[in-house]
């Protein structure tokens, strides 16, 4: 599969669904390091216990403050739960705009 104006991705799960089938397609395996969710729930994965676990626990607390800066624009904006803010946060063209 490979990417064309027809195939627009409207959404993050939609984004998600295409990473993960390229990665299938060429044999890699996808580990989740963390997640924010649109309540601002932070998740980090504490399952890694190789040499550099503490710097992966590291990098990914501080890739998922940056989204987490953006989930607390939304929620000021639009209210944590409202149909704007859902389209704010799940549509990659007009979700994660903080100015």
Not at 61 to 67: C, G, P, Q, S, V
Request: aromatic fraction near 10%; proline fraction near 2%.
């Amino acid at each position: 599969m490979a990417w064309t104006d027809d195939n627009i991705l409207k959404y993050c799960r939609d984004v998600e669904n295409f990473v993960d089938l390229r990665l299938n397609e060429k044999g890699i395996k996808k580990t989740i390091g963390g997640s924010l969710s649109s309540e601002g729930e932070m998740k980090i994965n504490e399952s890694w216990s190789d040499p550099i676990s503490n710097l992966k626990k590291e990098h990914t607390k501080i890739h998922e403050n940056i989204h987490l800066k953006t989930q607390q624009y939304g929620v000021k904006k639009y209210s944590v739960g409202t149909k704007e803010f859902n389209k704010y946060w799940c549509d990659p063209k007009i979700g994660r705009k903080t100015k």
